[in-house]
């Protein structure tokens, strides 16, 4: 990674001090670190400890007679490889979605020819806010790379989408992006689900399967890879998040529901999670008990059906919808028969009930699949869970590249 340069824009928020990791690490693999604070970043971290691990002098005054009187802001913009924002506030985003620049940094991402990276960081109010949404969108549109955000607990005392990658994984991205790694889906949005469902029938008791999210995780870490914005909407799991992925935790089939609606507009839609088709009507607002009268009554009542109605044509149905079908018998037939009904584009099917060398395949790190099209089935043989997410992860990207359903 030697005489490789990155532009590092640090915007204000309390994720900033994550920014001198970031530059420690490209440092560590030889990467040269030219820094931009701004005034709002200047609040949480120090120019003195941003300058000295980049070994370089931070930059923050548009109006610097020394720095202005060479175009200062042009040639910063041009001098690096890569342009990296991080963290990418609300503001940020904002001016560099609709042209504003009334700042250095600012004037310089609208200044520059290179590629740019953002980090996003902010409230998950902000976040989800319509106006940075469509921000994002714009963003995605014009090919700023996106990495994250995550979600967790914020400093504000919130929970959710919103808060900055780690440094480790804004690395990741970086080195990948430096290197010229093929990244088909950069500038794509993927939602992809995972995981089980729960519905409760009382404060203790639910009802759900046994799938562990292992496939959805790894569908959604193969389409960051490839350099898609993926929102993972997940289930109960035990599993991290994949690196530069944003998950939204959920619990219930109406939870997964309105969480996969507020997430589009997307590119493509890969419905991995196994919901639970059916939910109590009634959830008892105590703990049942045992009694001499027997097993109290549970009235199941339909879930929504997640897959058929992102699936429906409108404007907003992703370019791609792709179902997955779990069985234990007639695995091809009712694969077909789910892929008319459902009215996806592709049905990616399992026999979850199969034993193999590596074991089963729901909780298991292997999977054995049937693709399946309008036009026909592939068999795809078993393999690690990774690798039918990687080859999964390579067909939607060609397809979204040739303007395909398939």
Avoid at 278 to 285: E, I, L, M, Q, S
């Amino acid at each position: 990674m030697n005489h490789k340069r990155v532009l590092l824009i640090v915007g204000g928020g309390v994720a900033a001090y994550k920014a001198l990791e970031l530059v420690r690490l490209l440092r560590k693999a030889g990467v040269a670190v030219r820094p931009i604070l701004t005034a709002a970043g200047a609040r949480f971290v120090t120019p003195l400890s941003l300058g000295a691990l980049a070994e370089d002098a931070v930059r923050s005054d548009l109006f610097s007679l020394e720095a202005e009187a060479e175009m200062g802001h042009i040639e910063l913009s041009r001098s690096a490889d890569l342009v990296v924002v991080a963290p990418a506030t609300a503001d940020l985003m904002a001016k560099a979605a609709n042209g504003l620049a009334d700042d250095l940094a600012s004037t310089t991402l609208l200044a520059t020819d290179k590629p740019v990276m953002m980090a996003p960081a902010m409230n998950v109010r902000m976040w989800l806010h319509p106006a940075t949404q469509r921000n994002l969108s714009t963003l995605c549109g014009d090919g700023v790379l996106m990495v994250g955000p995550d979600e967790g607990a914020m400093a504000c005392g919130e929970y959710g989408p919103g808060r900055m990658a780690e440094p480790e994984a804004i690395f990741q991205a970086v080195v990948a992006a430096l290197e010229g790694g093929a990244r088909p889906l950069a500038g794509r949005h993927a939602l992809v689900t995972a995981g089980p469902t729960a519905e409760p029938i009382d404060p203790v008791r639910v009802l759900t399967n046994r799938s562990s999210g292992k496939q959805g995780y790894a569908i959604a870490g193969a389409l960051a890879d490839l350099g898609a914005r993926v929102t993972l909407v997940s289930g109960p799991t035990a599993l991290a998040a994949p690196a530069g992925v944003t998950r939204v935790e959920v619990e219930t089939a109406r939870e997964m529901e309105a969480a996969c609606q507020r997430a589009l507009p997307a590119d493509a839609a890969v419905f991995v999670a196994a919901v639970s088709d059916w939910r109590p009507d009634t959830v008892f607002p105590v703990k049942l008990k045992k009694g001499r009268g027997g097993p109290p009554a549970v009235t199941l009542v339909e879930n929504p059906d997640i897959l058929a109605g992102i699936a429906a044509a409108g404007p907003r149905r992703p370019r791609l919808v792709v179902g997955f079908a779990a069985e234990t018998n007639d695995l091809e037939a009712n694969a077909r028969a789910k892929l008319a009904r459902k009215g996806c584009d592709w049905i990616v099917a399992n026999d979850v009930g199969a034993i193999g060398p590596g074991g089963a395949i729901m909780g298991g790190d292997e999977n054995e699949i049937l693709l399946l099209d309008a036009a026909g089935v592939e068999h795809w043989p078993r393999a690690g869970k990774v690798e039918i997410a990687r080859r999964l992860a390579e067909r939607i990207a060609a397809a979204l590249a040739g303007g395909e359903k398939a």
